[in-house]
T-cell receptor
Framework: GAGVSQSPSNKVTEKGKDVELRCDPISGHTALYWYRQSLGQGLEFLIYFQGNSAPDKSGLPSDRFSAERTGGSVSTLTIQRTQQEDSAVYLC?????????????FGEGSRLTVL | AQSVTQLGSHVSVSEGALVLLRCNYSSSVPPYLFWYVQYPNQGLQLLLKYTTGATLVKGINGFEAEFKKSETSFHLTKPSAHMSDAAEYFCAVSIYNNNDMRFGAGTRLTVKP
């Protein structure tokens, strides 16, 4: 597609349930990022994929969070046993190279509400 | 690790007035600096960036920012605000050969008629 696509755009779930959020990056972009945007907190880095290299998971807040990227394209962020504090907008971004000098292209985000 | 601080979570200006959004960075090595904008119900998009060279950089929609090493700042300005500038603005920093891009908390700009 023309841009980064994320689904679902909105997800309401009950505390303790697992959720999966999907990101389809721009074709040809080798780098993919997940960020979390909470009210008043800015963008919190979660995880970074670059090609076939091992992902940088240093931003994942707990072991309930995991992400994978299949075939160097689509990525799925999984949150297990969701908690109310997981409520946020989860943003995916991709770029052709790395973020250091390049432009990140963002999707519109997946808004997660945990009741 | 590098970081940015945005001063003021909300800024309100009148249409036609100067826009000034403040960003200060912290980095042990020369930084790369960015401003992104998020319009309502849209994804973030790049406004402008500084990597090397000229310290005054111009971006889209009449915005510009100046890298001031002595002040560790990268403030965003626009001479005359337009209603369509109402959005949330994020400052971000990365460093050479490091893909850890850190964002500030954001500043919401309101433009009054």
């Amino acid at each position: 597609g023309a841009g980064v696509s994320q689904s679902p755009s909105n997800k309401v779930t009950e505390k303790g349930k697992d959720v999966e959020l999907r990101c389809d990056p721009i074709s040809g972009h080798t780098a993919l990022y997940w960020y979390r945007q909470s009210l008043g907190q800015g963008l919190e880095f979660l995880i970074y994929f670059q090609g076939n290299s091992a992902p940088d998971k240093s931003g994942l807040p707990s072991d309930r969070f995991s992400a994978e990227r299949t075939g160097g394209s689509v990525s799925t962020l999984t949150i297990q046993r969701t908690q109310q504090e997981d409520s946020a907008v989860y943003l995916c971004a991709s770029t052709r190279g790395g973020a250091s000098t390049g432009e990140l292209f963002f999707g519109e985000g997946s808004r997660l509400t945990v009741l | 690790a590098q970081s940015v601080t945005q001063l003021g979570s909300h800024v309100s200006v009148s249409e036609g007035a100067l826009v000034l959004l403040r960003c200060n960075y912290s980095s042990s090595v020369p930084p790369y600096l960015f401003w992104y904008v998020q319009y309502p119900n849209q994804g973030l998009q790049l406004l402008l960036k500084y990597t090397t060279g000229a310290t005054l950089v111009k971006g889209i929609n009449g915005f510009e920012a100046e890298f001031k090493k002595s002040e560790t700042s990268f403030h965003l300005t626009k001479p005359s605000a337009h209603m369509s500038d109402a959005a949330e603005y994020f400052c971000a920093v990365s460093i050479y050969n490091n893909n850890d891009m850190r964002f500030g908390a954001g500043t919401r700009l309101t433009v009054k008629p």
